[in-house]
Every structure is written in structure tokens, then in C-alpha cells.
């Protein structure tokens, strides 16, 4: 089990790995197993580090492809899965 807000560590979730996912505070949580990444962020936990690749991350000092975000990437995502 983990616990963390960040988004980063929602690629560890797994059949033997869940996590308590913080969204404000430590007393607002939400418990994501794999199925619940893909419902409540619309990826799996296995296309986080696409998503990432695809729409940067500033704090992470990932570029990015410039004119796509959030909303872009999980189309693509959604439409053609990961590498």
C-alpha cells in the first residue's frame, strides 16, 4: 500500500499494489487498485509514463509534445494505446 498525492506513482499500482492517493490533505483519500486509476484518470496505471511523455511535466522536466495536453493525451491514449 502506498500513500502519496502524487500522480507519478499511480504507474506502481498493480495486482499486489495499491494506493491511498491524497487529493487534499491527508484526510481527503482514495483508495485506486487498476481499475479505479482507469476510472477516476482514465489511464492505466502502465500509460502513465506515455502520458507523461506526451504532455510534459514541468516539475518532472519532461517536455513534451508541444500543443498537446491533458485532455489531448488521453484521447491518443484512449485511441491508440501505449508503445
Excluded at 70 to 81: F, H, I, M
Aim: proline content about 6%; cysteine-free.
Amino acid at each position: 500500500m502506498l500513500l502519496t498525492g502524487d500522480r507519478d506513482a499511480l504507474q506502481l499500482v498493480g495486482d499486489d499494489t495499491s494506493m491511498l492517493f491524497t487529493r487534499r490533505g491527508i484526510s481527503d483519500t482514495m483508495l485506486l487498485t487498476p481499475p479505479g486509476v482507469k476510472e477516476y484518470f482514465g489511464i492505466t496505471p502502465e500509460q502513465v509514463t506515455d502520458f507523461k511523455g506526451l504532455m510534459g511535466d514541468s516539475s518532472d522536466n519532461i517536455p513534451g509534445i508541444p500543443g498537446v495536453g491533458e485532455k489531448t493525451a488521453l484521447k491518443l491514449l484512449n485511441e491508440y494505446g501505449s508503445s
